[in-house]
């Protein structure tokens, strides 16, 4: 798999203060690689200078040997998707106007003549195609996330990044929403999503990256990633790690049998 975003050094401060430090990553395309981490871990902001939203204090983010922010804002637009946190609109679009937005990088382009094709698919992707005609301001937050992730799958762009895109949905949809981005990568897309489910990060990754303190503590697999004692030192909770008997997939829990014996000071020493 050929590299589609390369981060080396990549580090970000704010008055003084280091939110990420040190991260040395490649996205692949063809990937689907999961960001973990606490509160405050830096994930957001990692996927924020992947992005080029951000300019970062040291090192640097390219995107097919090139950096980030020598492409001018329209051209960044054809080279990634990204899916914030937060879904507002100041204006009373419809959803079907909302995911057609994704396709403003590819107005006056050959790639103009797919628009149809791409909002269409996107709006089945995302199952909101019988939500089209409803104005985006009277949705509840789950069908806000999901028309959010139809216009970025519409971008149709070589990367594609998500932050937290499960975080407002209901379980059928959380499955859904990530099998259509493990089926985006299978196409060839580079997919990077923010995630604090760890057990999904487990099913629907091809690798993990755990963050913690604004560094790396770990990037690979997830078998190899999502280790207990890791996880419990990290969180400062006790985490229990195991294979579903039926499944054989990783599912990673709270311990909650051993809370009231944990020392969190204890676990990060």
């Known amino acids: ?26 996205l692949h395309h063809g990937e689907l690689l999961a960001v973990v981490g606490p509160n405050g871990a830096g994930k957001s902001t990692l996927l924020g200078l992947l992005a080029g939203d951000l300019r970062p204090t040291t090192g640097t983010v390219r995107y097919a040997g090139r950096d980030a922010h020598a492409f001018a804002a329209a051209e960044l637009a054809r080279q990634r998707a990204v899916l914030l946190q937060e879904h507002r609109l100041s204006f009373p679009f419809t959803v079907i106007d909302v995911v057609r937005m994704g396709r403003a990088p590819w107005r006056g382009r050959p790639e103009e003549s797919d628009d149809d094709w ?18 985006f301001p009277t949705l509840s937050g789950g069908e806000k996330a999901r028309t959010s992730f139809a216009r970025s799958r519409a971008q149709a762009t070589p990367v594609l990044l998500l932050d937290e895109p499960t975080a407002a949905l209901d379980i059928r949809h959380q499955e859904q929403v990530l099998d259509q981005a493990r089926r985006t990568a299978a196409d060839g897309t580079a997919v990077l ?14 690798r993990v990256l755990l963050l ?4 790396v503590h770990g ?9 207990a004692d890791t996880l419990t030192a990290l969180y400062q909770y006790p ?31």
Not at 212 to 215: A, C, D, T
Not at 219 to 227: E, I, M, N, S, T
């Open 193 to 206: 999503a923010v995630l604090h489910d760890l057990s999904l990060a487990a099913a629907y990754a091809d």
């Open 1 to 26: 798999m050929s590299a589609a975003i390369e981060a080396r050094d990549l580090g970000f401060s704010v008055e003084g203060t280091t939110l990420l430090s040190g991260v040395d990553l490649d």
């Open 219 to 227: 990037l690979g697999a997830p078998g190899d990633v999502l280790r």
């Open 239 to 269: 985490v229990d790690v195991f294979r579903h008997d039926r499944t054989g997939e990783l599912v990673v829990l709270p311990d909650r049998s051993a809370a009231t014996a944990f020392a969190p000071t204890e676990a990060l020493r």
């Open 212 to 215: 913690g303190q604004g560094r």
């Open 118 to 135: 791409a909002v269409g698919e996107a709006l089945d992707a995302a199952d909101v195609r019988h939500l089209a005609v409803r104005r």
